[in-house]
């Protein structure tokens, strides 16, 4: 830390105004019901994406979001509206758990103390959070209604008749457990053995763990999942209605990947079996040379041939160790085994050869491709690699005349080049040496002959379903939702077994809390941690535990509700405050026609007004809590549809070098120490002030000494050092009346500073803020209404600053009572705002002598004469004669004399 002198003393203030803050619950919000609860008041929910409190802490990248949230709750609040704004953990996670293992710490005292520094760091950064609120997945009051959830998951499922979630009592078939929302699956995986867990494909990189860099193979396991699938279409046109980033929105779609076309079977050749494709383009069915079938396929051990079973043994394992990502990558190098087999085309009886490949997988579709080369740019790639067929069957417009001719007039045996000439006259070419992926009009394909491949698509589904051998259907990328994790530190499933079949636990025994142990080692098997804790696995005489733990996911999925009513003992969220937090319109007990369950298709989501974070979660945790929501509105637990209302991702704070923070890289910048050096009030200007919320900056610590040095003049506008050193009011306040400029200043501010916060344009505002301070820095005497109307709008800011000096004045101005933060924010007068005069510049001989002010309206002959008049240049024009007066509308006069 600096020795040197403080330009104001932050650090004397900031640390009692975070405390008197947090000890007089100054930003708790109120529920309907509660005694003090402001009826008539707007409601405004803002939150924060939820946190995972490592070792690390914090550092300046996580500040910037935390700080904008915290700047729209607080002008909310001078607005007077009933503002949520809380802050709590994701603490469950495999950091914790792996920390344990190494050192043998229970994970709960490591993420306590975790806990305790971050909320430390969050407080010393003067954020208004409502701590009352405060809540951790760890605790079991929480997962206790996590648990609730699953099992509302568990005894649902979604009727087709309705496309919404039902009881699970209102199904009619003879297995409920195969249209469950919460059901068990053997499936590959990605199994780590030395972190002892499943792994999701995103935690899986380059083949090895995201956590300790570990080898991981994919092997069959029994695991729970979420019928995520069932909602897909949901998930997509609710998107529609959602005040969220285009790019966001499209992550969204193309994850879930919806496709149409068809799905094709083809015979074996001598195998009593058949393989079911799915095909975006079932018009280049002609065009099909080869079959390819993912290494997991079901099939590939039935089908493949004695020579070729070793060769497809050995590429199996090698395509175990690699993620679906890495399988995936369009520029890797293609890989492939022949099976041996061969697949008969349904359109024209050929013979075509069954391979199995990385790049096909099991959740996509039928976990098998039809391979048309021609026009698939992977399957060529394939297909050259391996020297198999290439049958072009779609046919591109060719408008250069001159190369048509030489197509067609070529003279080459055998030419690549092919042309087909329409009725239109239009002239369509093909080649068989080539891959075109897009749309023309089909050729060499018998009775779809000369059709574009719109209406070649729809001819071919209804000979698929006429012939018997495939349909038009629907299929995503998006798979069903693997929801189990072998490892210690997570939420039990509310699930016991019992003779191999599975039941729930009744509401009345949750939670269910993990059992105290001292080893968190995986026990180097598929087994869990928790099969260790033999009395606790033991549920009675004849049924045992389920030992698997939920994913980091499930507390994150719907902690947003928790936070309207965190202390509700008898319900995960109340219904009015649901129904008030959550509602869709904005009004206060939100929208009072909408009821749980009801219709989805409306236009007003509601949900959280405005939620900030990171573009990591663009896909997974927004789409895992979108879902959960839908079910639990189907269910008639909550009375909107969508969860985020408004959705804005901060851009990422870069080091110093312009690369991506981290400690390798030795540009990390902690935040204690920027606060230690400069002021919490400096490091949340800077950050606001360094561009645009959303785009990516790099830190400057010069950067932070700038809007330091602006605060210490807001800072001086009150406050003034008197012979011992000591800050006191300044003698310059008067209660003096605002100049028409001084007015006009103050008003465009207030109208500029609002318009920016609603936008969120912070560095705007500041920028304004900043010429406002500017204009009243050599005021003498300096109007004290200039603070009532300015402090307002900084204070969401500098929120401690503002909170000092307005203490301060209220020693001796009226309009200063209670706490800043409780004020009321100001409102412009668009009168003030209208120019009626100009000031210009008087100048001898190109050097200002003095100033002018004018009507706006005044010709050039009225100024010069207002010029020449002017007292303040009667000096310097004595004696001389005057040559020539240059007026520059609106900026200056010069007066040229000898």
């Not at 005044?858 to 040559?883: H, R, T």
Request: with cysteine; hydrophobic share 40%.
């Amino acid at each position: 830390m600096s020795l040197t002198r403080k330009h104001y003393p932050f650090s004397e203030f900031e640390p009692r105004w975070q405390q008197h803050w947090v000890s007089t619950q100054a930003f708790r919000a109120t529920n309907p019901g509660d005694p003090d609860f402001r009826l008539g008041a707007k409601k405004y929910f803002v939150l924060d994406m939820f946190p995972y409190p490592s070792g690390d802490g914090l550092h300046v990248g996580h500040v910037e979001g935390y700080t904008a949230t915290d700047i729209l709750a607080r002008y909310h609040r001078l607005l007077g509206d009933n503002v949520l704004h809380p802050m709590g953990w994701d603490a469950f996670g495999l950091p914790a758990e792996q920390y344990a293992i190494k050192t043998g710490q229970h994970p709960r005292i490591t993420t306590q103390r975790n806990v305790d520094n971050f909320r430390t760091q969050l407080q010393s950064l003067g954020f208004s959070y409502d701590w009352s609120r405060e809540i951790s997945t760890t605790d079991p009051e929480y997962f206790r209604w996590t648990q609730w959830i699953f099992l509302q998951l568990y005894n649902a499922w979604v009727n087709p008749a309705t496309n919404k979630a039902e009881p699970i009592s209102s199904y009619t078939g003879m297995d409920p457990d195969s249209v469950r929302l919460a059901f068990v699956s053997d499936k590959p995986v990605n199994w780590c053995p030395e972190l002892g867990t499943v792994l999701a494909n995103e935690e899986v990189i380059d083949g090895k763990s995201e956590v300790g860099g570990f080898p991981i193979e994919r092997r069959p396991m029994r695991q729970w999942m979420l019928r995520i699938t069932a909602y897909t279409e949901r998930l997509i046109a609710d998107l529609e209605g959602l005040d969220w980033p285009e790019s966001i929105k499209l992550l969204q779609r193309n994850w879930i990947g919806r496709s149409e076309g068809a799905e094709v079977r083809f015979a074996l050749d001598g195998i009593p079996e058949d393989i079911s494709v799915f095909t975006t383009r079932p018009d280049t069915l002609f065009g099909a040379t080869y079959l390819v079938l993912a290494p997991e396929h079901p099939l590939v051990e039935s089908l493949t041939s004695a020579p070729q079973q070793e060769g497809v043994a050995t590429y199996k394992k090698a395509c175990s160790s690699k993620s679906d990502l890495e399988r995936t990558d369009l520029a890797k190098e293609k890989t492939g085994v022949f099976t041996g087999a061969y697949a008969i085309n349904p359109v024209n009886g050929e013979k075509i050869p069954v391979w199995i490949a990385d790049y096909v997988l099991t959740g996509y579709g039928t976990g098998a491709i039809m391979a048309v080369p021609a026009h698939d740019e992977r399957d060529y790639d394939f297909a050259k690699a391996f020297g198999l067929q290439v049958t072009a069957v779609v046919a591109q417009r060719i408008s250069d005349a001159k190369i048509t001719m030489e197509i067609v007039v070529s003279g080459k045996p055998n030419p690549p080049w092919r042309a087909h000439q329409l009725n239109d006259e239009s002239v369509w070419v093909w080649r068989h040496d080539r891959c075109f992926s897009g749309e023309g009009v089909a050729v060499n394909s018998e009775f779809l002959d000369g059709l574009p491949t719109l209406e070649a698509k729809l001819k071919m589904i209804a000979w698929l379903e006429e012939q018997g051998v495939g349909k038009g259907t629907i299929t995503y990328k998006l798979r069903d939702w693997l929801f189990s994790r072998q490892r210690y530190w997570g939420e039990p499933f509310p699930i016991v077994w019992e003779n191999g079949s599975h039941r729930p636990l009744s509401h009345e025994e949750l939670p269910v809390e993990p059992p105290e142990m001292e080893d968190f080692k995986p026990t180097g098997t598929a087994e869990p941690p928790l099969s260790k804790a033999k009395e606790w696995v033991r549920y009675s005489e004849t049924a045992s535990r389920e030992l698997n733990t939920m994913p980091q996911w499930a507390g994150s999925c719907w902690y947003y509700l928790r936070f309207c009513d965190p202390k509700n003992h008898d319900r995960f969220i109340g219904t009015e405050a649901e129904h008030y937090w959550m509602g869709s319109t904005g009004r206060p007990g939100g929208d009072t026609k909408k009821t749980p369950g009801g219709d989805h298709s409306h236009k007003t989501p509601g949900g959280v007004d405005l939620y900030v974070g990171g573009t990591e979660h663009a896909v997974l945790h927004l789409l895992y809590a979108r879902f959960w929501h839908k079910v639990l509105f189907d269910l008639g637990h909550l009375t909107t549809p969508e969860p985020f209302q408004r959705l804005v991702n901060q851009g990422m704070i870069l080091g110093d070098d312009g690369q991506k923070m981290s400690k390798s890289r030795g540009n990390v910048v902690n935040p204690d120490e920027v606060v230690a050096e400069y002021g919490a009030d400096s490091l949340r200007l800077y950050e606001m002030f360094m561009g645009p919320l959303e785009h990516g900056k790099p830190w400057s610590t010069t950067g932070v000494e700038g809007v330091y040095r602006f605060l210490a003049r807001v800072w001086r506008l009150a406050m003034a050092e008197d012979q011992e050193g000591n800050w006191i009011l300044s003698d310059d306040l008067a209660e003096q009346k605002l100049t028409t400029a001084q007015r006009r200043i103050l008003h465009a501010t207030i109208k500029k500073v609002t318009h920016d916060i609603e936008s969120l344009a912070f560095n705007t505002a500041i920028s304004q803020m900043m010429i406002c301070t500017n204009e009243f820095t050599n005021a003498k005497p300096r109007p004290i209404e200039a603070m009532r109307l300015f402090l307002p709008l900084l204070s969401p800011f500098a929120p401690h600053l503002v909170e000092e000096l307005w203490s301060h004045l209220a020693t001796k101005f009226a309009g200063f009572e209670g706490l800043a933060s409780q004020s009321a924010w100001p409102s412009w007068n668009e009168d003030y705002l209208v120019v009626s005069e100009v000031s210009y510049a008087l100048q001898v001989n190109g050097k200002v002598r003095g100033h002018l002010t004018v009507p706006i309206a005044a010709g050039k002959e009225s100024v010069e004469k207002a010029a020449l008049a002017d007292a303040s240049l009667a000096s310097q024009l004595e004696g001389k004669v005057i040559k020539k007066i240059i007026v520059v509308p609106g900026r200056l006069v010069n007066i040229v004399a000898v």
